[in-house]
């Protein structure tokens, strides 16, 4: 019971500061999405491609989570992308407070869209809120097609669902039209995108995703 009473109480002051991230990004009229997946799926990846497609027309920024070093970070950087790395020791997740701290070092003004990369794990993140507008699961075709069975928690608090990779289909024993039943067993409302950041399937269709969120926003 002890620990019970522990974990409540972290979620608790962790949902406080996301509130206060929530409000604070409304105000200033930003579009921040939660980016979720297992290690090696490609969130870096669909980072940079989105990067690619829309910094021209978007201001945008990134805060990077990884448990080390800032090799993504600096992957970023390399876009003419504001990046600011987290990097959490071997913690599983970013929490709130971890976010607003590392917000504060970006130039708000005008910015329109944040991306959040969280640590690579499909666990612990799912019950972490971050203050974002929502959260975007990705899996990748090489994962094989039982992930949404297997962590479902993430896959019911995510709001779209990317399957990348899409090019290795032919190659792995994955379908991806599973993945997606699946998924939509325990979520019924996820949008669903299909991605290749190696030949770009996909990529315009997501970009064009977050452009209609900003013009709403």
């Not at 829309?54 to 448990?67: P, R, T």
């Not at 869209?113 to 019950?127: D, K, M, Q, R, T």
């Not at 289909?169 to 995108?193: G, M, T, W």
Request: hydrophobic share 40%.
């Amino acid at each position: 019971m002890g620990v019970l009473t522990v974990e409540r109480k972290i979620l608790q002051k962790n949902d406080v500061i996301a509130a206060e991230n929530r409000a604070m990004f409304l105000q200033l009229g930003l579009f921040t999405i939660n980016l979720l997946s297992s290690p090696g799926s490609g969130k870096t990846s669909l980072v940079e491609k989105t990067i690619e497609v829309l910094k021209e027309k978007v201001n945008m920024a990134v805060i990077e989570g990884d448990v080390q070093t800032d090799l993504d970070a600096r992957r970023i950087e390399k876009l003419g992308v504001p990046v600011i790395q987290i990097v959490t020791n071997g913690g599983c997740h970013l929490e709130a407070n971890l976010v607003h701290e590392s917000f504060k070092n970006l130039i708000a003004d005008h910015l329109q869209f944040l991306i959040i990369e969280n640590v690579g794990n499909l666990v612990c993140p799912a019950s972490y809120d971050l203050g974002e507008d929502c959260k975007v699961v990705l899996v990748s075709t090489t994962e094989g097609d039982d992930k949404p069975l297997k962590y479902p928690a993430m896959f019911i608090k995510a709001k779209v669902m990317i399957i990348n990779k899409i090019d290795l289909v032919p190659y792995v024993n994955c379908k991806p039209d599973v993945i997606e039943q699946n998924a939509l067993s325990i979520n019924p409302d996820l949008k669903i995108f299909r991605t290749s950041c190696t030949t770009g399937e996909g990529i315009q269709e997501w970009c064009g995703w977050i452009n209609s969120n900003l013009r709403v926003r």
